[in-house]
């Protein structure tokens, strides 16, 4: 590969700073997913049009297909393997299992990071269905019909459940 | 108990952190990427190649044309092999051809270093064609002196006919009326979101392993063996978690290409990753269908007679395509078993993408039909159209004519009830009155359906289980079942839970299917796989635990007829006393120096039954006349697909098939141009499935009935929720506008012509109502 093709990047990919050479040609997806690794997130298309590659970029979503690596220089960037912590789910993954809102999984780890977005940028405010689904429209998911999805991005913006621990979906023998 | 919760899906963790691998986050290290040179015509003859330009852009590896390829033909469609010749699948591929039958065909094939330089020299490679006008009309099709598509064939790839019942003739004669009518559907696509893709490698000199993206890896190794000539046991099929499938990955499409060329390039790994536009034009789609139904009633209300004739394309390559009517046809001695029913059906080849499974088979096509078709009936007698299928649809007892087997569980009338009290049906009835005029109208819909729960008897149902304690006395199960998004994984659990009365959580399921590893099943179509697993599992289960107590009763030298397992730990079942936890009995299991081994059990079973299921959807729209548009305010689906064994994940299946069934009636087709065999929408913004924003809430809710040839009591689920749907709308728009729309999808498009024919606007944006 030439020289002019490549560039020195840096950005922080889930709050750990990386800096690194990327072909300038290369969709901040396959960046993330060819050079570092990060396949969690999914491509549908490539084209922009299914919302499987969302991640953000400075608190933006964004589909990663259509996003040039080069743009992220000194972005802040999260993608779904920084939202489970200490072995611990974010509170959106939570609603996701909870609510049956995963068959596939394709499109989830997007949906993860759209719900994330919304969640964060709608916090202490009251959303609509109507908010909930526009904030969701660019993400398809062909298995779900969104009911249990819906389901989950309403639960991910409840507030916190005073008990800790309390299980809504028993799966123990009883 | 295990079964009947919902439980969390196993693999649900896994996907919500992105951790589940699916087929294209394997790579391989200097892996190749392949592809296709497709035709830029729907018909015609190769008559020259050029390969050079392409072969001088730099990292391109190697370039293959039809020229290269073994030249006999294999087919592609996921069927188990067939041992008699009447149910063989149409052998009419090759891995390249020179002949072109429909726009998109794989003439060539480029290997490169990277995805930029094959994509960049399959442009350069140079065809020049004999072209022939394509024939996409099934009339041109039909017509005599039409040019057969594939040598040697005809242009009818089958021909079904069914009767069942009495005589259909003799029964029309006696009916007080008959009411006919002609109905079309649309071809449409899974767009299961991800992409057909495989590579394969080889890790020994006669030793293929191929990691694809399949809902059938078993069928996948035999048909890869065929197309190459190899032995089966020389292909390892690998499938990873799968992201949707639908019946598209039903089909055998990159498995052969990629194993080809990992073996004409030194055993290099070789990867096809496909667009979403080739996707969507070059894997498979659903059977347009034309359907011609005559329905007998007499004034009471009782159906008596249904002839339906119907023409299903294939498209350029069979496939599934010879078995689709068929399966369709025949679910309909489930649903109205009492009527003297005749089905004949023709499939055809044409110049446009190939037509393959795709969700309920058929199914969707002819019961789309039938219910528009008994809606018909019923408003001709001005009987109830609820009222009317409960005089007439199946109930537990009743004989399915076709396979002269009694029809053991069926909750169908009580899932027309619940779905009629949901909807609200008599007072809305009422209220809609009002709204049968003017430019914004409402109307209420209802249709039924019929399905099965697997293929049995035309072809062999078989699955495979195998459960081995660990030594944490947990247990880990095998099975060939495929997961594909659809949860079986999770069901298989829940039942090995059941009846080893061990926590769901201790029961853990092998992920990945490798056809080197995994127990022998066909894989997941037909909505079989947690009816025919359910036998094999339940069969390995108890024949694990009996090999627990009896070990339970040499470590304790008690006769095991008096223990027992409860949650997993072994009780003496007199005194109900916990004797010793599983963990205890496994060590021991393993390690004792003279008694007990791994403790294992493995079952491969047969399942030669196939129960029927049922269901039934009621909507409730608004039609807008003036902007063509149907808005559905409320849906559900109400189904008995006998016991439910998990509630949620059951109505995500409901939901997601309401959901498809929704775009296929209101917005879902392929544009194809009538004279080239273009295809203009073969991406996902121009073809219209349902966002976020496009979907009412959706409803659901089961009727739950014991179905006694099952493991669990339970029945299919997956495929049937899509069936329903779009006659259940196509009526409720006849009740609000009194017009008869018999093509799919009712888009705006197909509104403005019928109402502009019907005098509802003048074609010039004004209206006239
Ligand atoms: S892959 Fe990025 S939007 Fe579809
Ligand atoms: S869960 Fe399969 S695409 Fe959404």
């Not at chain 2, 392409?54 to 033909?73: L, N």
């Amino acid at each position: 590969m030439t020289d002019q093709v490549l560039k020195q990047i840096t950005f922080t990919i889930n709050g750990v700073k990386r800096s690194l050479a990327i072909d300038i040609r290369k969709s901040l997806a396959e960046v993330l997913r060819q050079d570092l690794g990060l396949t969690g997130l999914k491509q549908g298309c490539g084209v922009g049009e299914c919302g499987a590659c969302s991640i953000m970029v400075d608190d933006v979503l964004v589909d990663s297909c259509i996003f040039l690596a080069v743009w992220a220089d000194n972005a802040a960037i999260r993608t779904v393997e920084g939202e489970a912590r200490d072995g611990k789910l974010s509170k959106v993954q939570q609603a996701y299992v909870d609510e049956g809102a995963v068959q596939c999984g394709y499109c989830t780890p997007g949906f993860i990071m759209a719900t994330t977005a919304f969640v964060e940028q709608c916090e202490g405010k009251t959303v609509s269905d109507d908010e909930i689904r526009k904030a969701h429209a660019g993400n398809l998911c062909r298995c779900t019909g969104y009911q249990h999805i819906f389901n989950a991005v309403e639960k991910s913006m409840t507030p916190d459940d005073p008990m800790p621990g309390q299980d809504d979906h028993p799966n123990q023998e009883s | 108990m295990a079964v009947g919760k919902s439980v969390k899906r196993i693999d649900a963790v896994a996907k919500v952190t992105g951790r589940a691998r699916y087929t294209e986050d394997f790579f391989e290290p200097d892996m190749l990427t392949a592809k296709y040179v497709r035709s830029t015509i729907a018909h015609g003859r190769v008559t020259a190649v050029n390969t050079d330009k392409a072969r001088q852009i730099e990292g391109v590896e190697a370039v293959f044309t039809y020229e290269d390829v073994p030249q006999t033909t294999f087919a592609t469609a996921g069927h188990p092999m067939a041992l008699s010749e009447v149910h063989k699948d149409v052998e009419d591929r090759l891995l390249l051809t020179r002949d072109v039958r429909f726009m998109g065909d794989e003439i060539a094939i480029v290997v490169a270093r990277n995805e930029l330089a094959a994509s960049e020299a399959a442009g350069l490679v140079e065809v020049e064609y004999e072209t022939y006008d394509p024939l996409i009309d099934p009339e041109d099709i039909l017509a005599q002196d039409a040019r057969p598509i594939h040598e040697g064939r005809s242009n009818i790839v089958g021909e079904h006919n069914y009767t069942f019942g009495g005589d259909v003739d003799q029964a029309f004669d006696q009916a007080d009326h008959v009411v006919e009518g002609r109905f079309a559907t649309a071809m449409v696509q899974h767009c299961q979101l991800e992409n057909h893709i495989a590579h394969a490698y080889m890790d020994d000199l006669d030793k293929i392993v191929i990691v694809s993206s399949t809902q059938i890896p078993h069928i996948a190794r035999r048909i890869v063996g065929e197309a190459l000539g190899m032995p089966l046991s020389r292909i390892r099929v690998i499938k990873p978690f799968l992201g949707g499938g639908f019946g598209n990955k039903q089909d055998v499409v990159l498995e052969p290409m990629v194993a080809f060329l990992t073996l004409k390039l030194n055993g290099r790994a070789v990867q096809i990753n496909m667009t979403r536009e080739e996707c969507m034009l070059c894997t498979r789609n659903r059977h347009p269908f034309y359907i011609d139904v005559k329905t007998g009633v007499m004034n009471d209300g009782t159906l008596v007679a249904r002839d339906m004739d119907a023409i299903s394309i294939t498209g350029a390559y069979a496939s599934h395509g010879h078995a689709i009517a068929a399966a369709g046809g025949s679910k309909q001695s489930s649903l109205y078993p009492k009527a003297a029913t005749r089905f004949h059906a023709r499939t055809l080849y044409a110049n446009i993408p190939v037509a393959g499974a795709m969700r309920a088979y058929g199914t969707p096509q002819v019961i789309y039909a039938l219910e528009c078709a008994t809606e018909d009936a019923a408003r001709k007698i001005g009987m109830d159209p609820v009222e009317f299928r409960l005089k007439n649809v199946a109930r537990q007892g009743d004989i399915n004519l076709l396979s002269n087997k009694e029809i053991l569980s069926c909750g169908l009338v009580e899932c027309l009830e619940r779905g009629r009290d949901f909807i609200d049906w008599n007072r809305k009835k009422k209220d809609y009155e009002q709204f049968k005029t003017g430019p914004i109208r409402k109307g209420l819909g209802v249709a039924c359906l019929s399905y099965a729960s697997g293929t049995y008897p035309v072809c062999v149902e078989i699955a495979g289980s195998r459960i081995a304690l660990n030594q944490d006395g947990t247990v880990h199960v095998l099975v060939g079942a495929t997961e594909i998004g659809q949860g079986s994984d999770t069901v298989v659990a829940q039942m090995v839970a059941q009846t080893l009365s061990f926590p769901y959580e201790d029961v853990l399921v092998v992920q990945a299917q490798d056809t080197d590893v995994t127990p022998f099943d066909t894989g997941a179509y037909a909505s079989r796989q947690a009816y025919v697993v359910s036998n094999a599992v339940f069969k390995a289960a108890n024949q694990l635990r009996d090999r627990i107590l009896a070990h339970a009763g040499i470590m304790t030298d008690e006769d095991p007829k008096h223990l027992d397992i409860v949650n997993a730990r072994i009780v003496d079942n007199r005194t109900s006393e916990a004797v010793m936890d599983m963990k205890t009995l496994a060590i021991d299991s393993f390690y004792h120096k003279e008694r007990g081994g791994q403790l294992t059990a493995e079952i491969s079973y047969k399942t030669t039954t196939n129960a029927p299921v049922f269901g039934c959807t009621f909507v409730d729209v608004t039609v807008d006349i003036p902007l063509c548009k149907i808005t559905v305010n409320q849906i559900i689906n109400v189904h008995d697909s006998g016991v439910i064994i998990n509630p949620v994940q059951a109505a995500g299946q409901v939901h997601g098939g309401a959901f498809m069934g929704l775009g296929a009636a209101l917005s879902e087709e392929f544009l194809i141009d009538p004279e080239s065999g273009y295809v203009y929408n073969n991406n996902l913004l121009d073809y219209k499935f349902p966002t976020f924003t496009d979907v009412p809430p959706l409803n659901h809710d089961f009727v739950e009935t014991f179905e006694p040839t099952s493991g669990y009591g339970n029945k299919a689920l997956g495929e049937p929720p899509v069936v329903s749907p779009p006659p259940a709308i196509r009526n409720a728009v006849l009740d609000a506008t009194g017009i008869c729309i018999n093509t799919l999808p009712m888009s705006p498009h197909t509104l403005f012509s019928a109402f502009k024919s019907h005098g509802f606007l003048d074609g010039k944006g004004g209206q006239h109502v």
